[in-house]
């Protein structure tokens, strides 16, 4: 790491092949250091005053507290500011870090913060996994892997970049905490299409309009970044490239596949055309009433459009289910792509790449309850008595 407006940042050594040579630059992409191998570029800046390095000595007296410290300090922007919030919320609450809970995170008697990272081994992740377990009884077992996940994922990043802390015990595969994953709710066709009609009927356009992407894979945070360039009528797709979360930050996309086209139907191409009449290329699909230049916020959005189609459609059926606000419409979409992509001989990659993920593996942790339903008609179907040769 090194030191740039009093800021520690993390080190990311480039390396030029034509002239053979390391070099560093800083956040205005200037370079700031260059030399033939890394010891002697790690020299340079460590006389410039720039690098923070632990020597040996320092390593061994590394704690879970410093390892935290350098875990944020490496990873601050390059995450969405949500993500990193959550993970100094995660810390903080969970583990004590900062002394913000009060309560001390003990393992064996021992405050976590103060225990020393070449000291941990199976046994110690494991007890930090049974403690989070017994602290967070009434916690889902996905929130539990969170909390576990951040700690590991700390310790882990320390023994990478400090590698005289000696062997990793994140390599263990016996420390992995098997639970089941959840499954993402998904609304039935007529339930799904319903709630698009009334959102449409009873909303106003901006909030329509937002729902619908919604529907045809979006989430919520992609849909609110777009602006009307991104939308190529010709081809019948649109691009997603940003993300904006609930406070107004704009972020990368949540992973590098999450950058992609997506197919727009007949009828959400001319919704959307009717919808930016009088709109310039780079206006805000969904702007802010008080500034165009942000977008409006998110619970607008939803409290107007899904929430307000709902609404209309329990005055008539008291009993309509909805669950998880947006994301279930791009369940609902997942589903759609999941079927037509098996009934039509697609690749898993295609089907992987509507949905924004890097693989078919991805798709299938999230969606295997909707790709393999249960149906109690399945074992006639695959009875060996009634299969043709």
């Given at each position: 790491m090194y030191y740039e407006g009093g800021k520690i940042v993390s080190v990311?050594?480039?390396?030029?092949?034509?002239?053979?040579?390391?070099?560093?630059?800083?956040?205005?992409?200037?370079k700031i250091a260059s030399a033939v191998t890394v010891e002697k570029l790690e020299e340079k800046l460590r006389l410039m005053g720039l690098l923070v390095q632990y020597t040996v000595a320092e390593k061994n007296t590394m704690t879970v507290r410093d390892s935290f410290t350098d875990f944020l300090s490496r990873n601050d922007g390059e995450h969405r500011v949500k993500t990193m919030k959550n993970y100094v919320s995660y810390l903080e609450s969970k583990f004590n870090y900062n002394n913000k809970s009060g309560l001390p995170f003990n393992v064996n008697g021992e405050d976590i913060l103060d225990k020393l990272v070449s000291e941990i081994d199976r046994t110690y992740v494991l007890?930090?996994?049974?403690?989070?377990?017994?602290?967070?009884?009434?916690?889902?077992d996905a929130s539990i892997q969170?909390?576990?996940?951040?700690?590991?994922?700390?310790?882990?990043?320390?023994?990478?970049?400090?590698?005289?802390?000696?062997?990793?015990?994140?390599?263990?595969?016996?420390?992995?905490?098997?639970?089941?994953?959840?499954?993402?709710?998904?609304?039935?066709?007529e339930d799904a299409i319903k709630l698009l009609n009334a959102v449409t009927t009873y909303c106003k356009p901006s909030h329509a309009v937002a729902t619908h992407l919604c529907a045809r894979g979006c989430r919520i945070s992609e849909a609110n970044a777009l602006r009307v360039h991104h939308f190529d009528f010709g081809k019948k797709k649109f691009y997603i490239e940003k993300m904006v979360d609930d406070?107004?930050?704009?972020?990368?996309?949540?992973?590098?596949?999450?950058?992609?086209?997506?197919?727009?139907?007949?009828?959400?191409a001319l919704m959307v055309r009717q919808y930016i009449i009088g709109k310039k290329p780079n206006d805000l699909l969904f702007p802010s009433p008080k500034n165009k230049e942000k977008p409006i916020g998110q619970k607008t959005l939803r409290e107007n459009g899904l929430h307000k189609a709902i609404r209309k459609i329990r005055e008539t059926e008291p009993h309509f289910v909805w669950?998880?606000?947006?994301?279930?419409l791009r369940h609902y979409y997942a589903s759609v792509v999941l079927k037509y992509g098996f009934n039509n001989n697609k690749a898993p990659l295609w089907i992987s790449k509507q949905l924004g993920h890097s693989d078919i593996r991805t798709t299938a942790?999230?969606?295997?309850?909707?790709?393999?339903?249960?149906?109690?008609?399945e074992g006639n179907a695959i009875s060996p008595m009634k299969l043709q040769a």
């Open positions: 990311k050594y480039s390396f030029d092949k034509n002239n053979k040579y390391y070099y560093v630059r800083n956040k205005d992409n200037k007890s930090v996994l049974k403690q989070l377990k017994s602290r967070l009884n009434n916690y889902s969170h909390y576990y996940g951040l700690f590991k994922n700390c310790i882990n990043q320390s023994y990478i970049h400090y590698r005289e802390l000696g062997n990793n015990p994140m390599d263990d595969p016996l420390l992995k905490f098997d639970h089941e994953k959840g499954k993402g709710w998904s609304p039935m066709a406070a107004g930050n704009w972020n990368k996309p949540k992973s590098k596949s999450s950058k992609r086209f997506v197919k727009m139907d007949d009828e959400l669950k998880n606000g947006f994301h279930s942790t999230l969606y295997n309850h909707l790709i393999d339903p249960d149906d109690i008609d």
